[in-house]
């Protein structure tokens, strides 16, 4: 695969002024680029599952918008991928994007390429990431969903050279039965999975939950909030072994119980791209099985749905060597995750409308006495869609999370590529972002994207956060800009 480690070198030596000449142009012809192929490609080239199935994107993806589902397509996965026939089951998608941060310097920040710069590829276009996709039926009962993805810009090695990454992205493969009749629709299945929460049909969780795209650690370290929940900050991510059962009745009631543990041994197949020893990549381990349960209650009526839910999962992690990327056995620290979430959408051609909703409550009780006082999170999330005529859209979302204070857990914020450059004043994890998008998609296997990233609270404070710099708040803010392309 071809690098880009060294793409930014001749635009750096370039003006402000000069670089938004070289980019502009740039940008163009990569949007340009990616329109022609949507374009060439639409009538032969679509996803898996619309070959599979015989349906438009619209008819899985609530306004074309991938991967927010539509009662149909909630149907689809949680009876095993299998409606439809069996037919060429590999497909892509490749993603292009260029992030702006509104201050990408700080004078604490050390990383191996320079003294001061946060992000290398601010400002630059880049080729972000590229997926493989395995999926469809494989049986009348079975089939599944296998993502395998390749990150450009995954770490920098000493000499500040960024190194790509290939691994096993969202898997999900599942045996399910519906049992049909005039009064009763049952729907039972198993799921075998690598991720908490890929499993799961409503946008409100996190794993699927938006946004549906974000810069990544070369562009920004600021995509998201610092300090989030296990349940949705993707620490078992691609990591682990999850095994679980789940009935749906009657498209009101819906639960599921999993539990995971560390795809290791026979499941070491769900872990690719993660091993002992990566410090990088490493392969996190939990302590015995982390139980995982999902209740959901259910309603359609007309053009619209509502779902209300509680999800739960409880998991005990060993710390990692920083140094080593090996895990140190021996005590470890437990967290307890429940919470409520909510989803309703109205599908009525030409109008698109969905929200979502998440609260969680997060227990912490770390028996390695590294943490002095780390016993709770509770994080907050809402977003609302607006899509027309299944071309162009815009939502908005509020995320964020208050906690207690911890002299040792919070007051360091790392960067992408694990180099301290921010220490709380506070030692508090509370942080608030807002993040409005909008978009376009001029066919049904492609999406082009502005969003921004609105930060008024970060580790605590709105301003002077950080002890070692008065770097505020809002100097974490970035602008998102992305093509997004399925084939």
Same mark, same amino acid.
């Given at each position: 695969?071809?690098?880009?480690?060294?793409?930014?070198?001749?635009?750096?030596?370039?003006?402000?002024?000069?670089?938004?000449?070289?980019? /502009? &142009?740039? %940008?163009?012809?990569?949007?340009?680029? +990616?329109?022609?192929? $949507?374009?060439?490609?639409? =009538? @032969?080239?679509? *996803?898996?599952?619309?070959?599979?199935?015989?349906?438009?994107?619209?008819?899985?993806?609530?306004?074309?918008? /991938? &991967?927010? %589902?539509?009662?149909?397509?909630?149907? +689809?996965?949680?009876? $095993?991928?299998?409606?439809? =026939? @069996?037919?060429? *089951?590999?497909?892509?998608?490749?993603?292009?994007?260029?992030?702006?941060?509104?201050?990408?310097?700080?004078?604490?920040?050390?990383?191996?390429?320079?003294?001061?710069?946060?992000?290398?590829?601010?400002?630059?276009?880049?080729?972000?990431?590229?997926?493989?996709?395995?999926?469809?039926?494989?049986?009348?009962?079975?089939?599944?969903?296998?993502?395998?993805?390749?990150?450009?810009?995954?770490?920098?090695?000493?000499?500040?050279?960024?190194?790509?990454?290939?691994?096993?992205?969202?898997?999900?493969?599942?045996?399910?039965?519906?049992?049909?009749?005039?009064?009763?629709?049952?729907?039972?299945?198993?799921?075998?999975?690598?991720?908490?929460?890929?499993?799961?049909?409503?946008?409100?969780?996190?794993?699927?939950?938006?946004?549906?795209?974000?810069?990544?650690?070369?562009?920004?370290?600021?995509?998201?909030?610092?300090?989030?929940?296990?349940?949705?900050?993707?620490?078992?991510?691609?990591?682990?072994?999850?095994?679980?059962?789940?009935?749906?009745?009657?498209?009101?009631?819906?639960?599921?119980?999993?539990?995971?543990?560390?795809?290791?041994?026979?499941?070491?197949?769900?872990?690719?791209?993660?091993?002992?020893?990566?410090?990088?990549?490493?392969?996190?381990?939990?302590?015995?099985?982390?139980?995982?349960?999902?209740?959901?209650?259910?309603?359609?009526?007309?053009?619209?749905?509502?779902?209300?839910?509680?999800?739960?999962?409880?998991?005990?992690?060993?710390?990692?060597?920083?140094?080593?990327?090996?895990?140190?056995?021996?005590?470890?620290?437990?967290?307890?995750?429940?919470?409520?979430?909510?989803?309703?959408?109205?599908?009525?051609?030409?109008?698109?409308?969905?929200?979502?909703?998440?609260?969680?409550?997060?227990?912490?009780?770390?028996?390695?006495?590294?943490?002095?006082?780390?016993?709770?999170?509770?994080?907050?999330?809402?977003?609302?869609?607006?899509?027309?005529?299944?071309?162009?859209?815009?939502?908005?979302?509020?995320?964020?999370?208050?906690?207690?204070?911890?002299?040792?857990?919070?007051?360091?914020?790392?960067?992408?590529?694990?180099?301290?450059?921010?220490?709380?004043?506070?030692?508090?994890?509370?942080?608030?972002?807002?993040?409005?998008?909008?978009?376009?998609?001029?066919?049904?296997?492609?999406?082009?994207?502005?969003?921004?990233?609105?930060?008024?609270?970060?580790?605590?404070?709105?301003?002077?956060?950080?002890?070692?710099?008065?770097?505020?708040?809002?100097?974490?803010?970035?602008?998102?800009?992305?093509?997004?392309?399925?084939?």
């Amino acid at each position: 695969m071809k690098q880009y480690s060294n793409y930014a070198a001749p635009v750096e030596m370039c003006s402000n002024t000069d670089k938004r000449r070289l980019l /502009f &142009p740039h %940008l163009c012809l990569l949007v340009f680029a +990616f329109l022609y192929l $949507g374009i060439a490609g639409h =009538s @032969q080239a679509v *996803p898996t599952f619309a070959r599979q199935t015989g349906q438009s994107c619209v008819a899985c993806h609530a306004g074309g918008q /991938f &991967p927010e %589902l539509t009662p149909y397509g909630r149907i +689809f996965k949680l009876t $095993g991928y299998t409606i439809g =026939s @069996q037919g060429n *089951p590999f497909s892509g998608m490749l993603v292009s994007d260029l992030t702006r941060n509104r201050n990408n310097v700080d004078a604490n920040y050390v990383s191996p390429a320079t003294s001061s710069t946060i992000a290398s590829q601010n400002n630059i276009p880049i080729v972000d990431f590229g997926s493989v996709f395995i999926a469809g039926k494989l049986t009348d009962n079975m089939g599944g969903f296998v993502q395998i993805t390749y990150s450009v810009y995954d770490h920098q090695d000493n000499s500040g050279n960024w190194r790509g990454h290939l691994g096993l992205d969202n898997t999900d493969l599942r045996y399910a039965n519906r049992f049909l009749n005039s009064t009763n629709d049952l729907i039972l299945g198993v799921t075998v999975h690598n991720s908490p929460g890929v499993q799961d049909v409503w946008n409100s969780t996190a794993t699927w939950g938006y946004p549906y795209a974000s810069s990544n650690g070369g562009a920004s370290a600021f995509a998201g909030l610092p300090i989030t929940t296990k349940l949705e900050d993707g620490t078992l991510a691609s990591q682990a072994a999850g095994v679980g059962g789940y009935a749906y009745w009657n498209k009101t009631v819906y639960l599921e119980l999993t539990g995971y543990q560390t795809a290791t041994g026979f499941w070491k197949f769900l872990s690719q791209g993660y091993k002992l020893g990566d410090q990088n990549n490493p392969l996190i381990y939990s302590q015995g099985v982390s139980p995982y349960m999902r209740l959901a209650f259910t309603h359609e009526w007309k053009d619209q749905s509502l779902m209300l839910g509680w999800v739960g999962m409880n998991t005990n992690l060993y710390q990692m060597s920083a140094d080593t990327g090996l895990p140190q056995f021996g005590p470890v620290t437990h967290y307890q995750d429940q919470g409520v979430d909510a989803q309703y959408q109205y599908l009525l051609d030409p109008h698109t409308v969905t929200a979502h909703f998440r609260y969680i409550r997060e227990n912490i009780n770390d028996d390695t006495n590294t943490n002095s006082n780390s016993n709770y999170l509770n994080s907050l999330y809402a977003k609302v869609t607006y899509i027309y005529r299944n071309q162009y859209g815009a939502d908005v979302a509020y995320k964020s999370v208050k906690g207690s204070t911890d002299n040792n857990a919070y007051n360091t914020s790392l960067s992408p590529a694990g180099y301290s450059y921010a220490s709380s004043a506070l030692s508090s994890p509370s942080s608030t972002l807002w993040t409005p998008e909008i978009f376009w998609l001029p066919v049904q296997n492609m999406r082009i994207g502005l969003q921004y990233n609105l930060f008024t609270e970060y580790l605590g404070a709105s301003t002077h956060y950080d002890v070692n710099s008065s770097r505020n708040a809002s100097d974490n803010n970035s602008a998102f800009l992305y093509a997004w392309f399925a084939f």
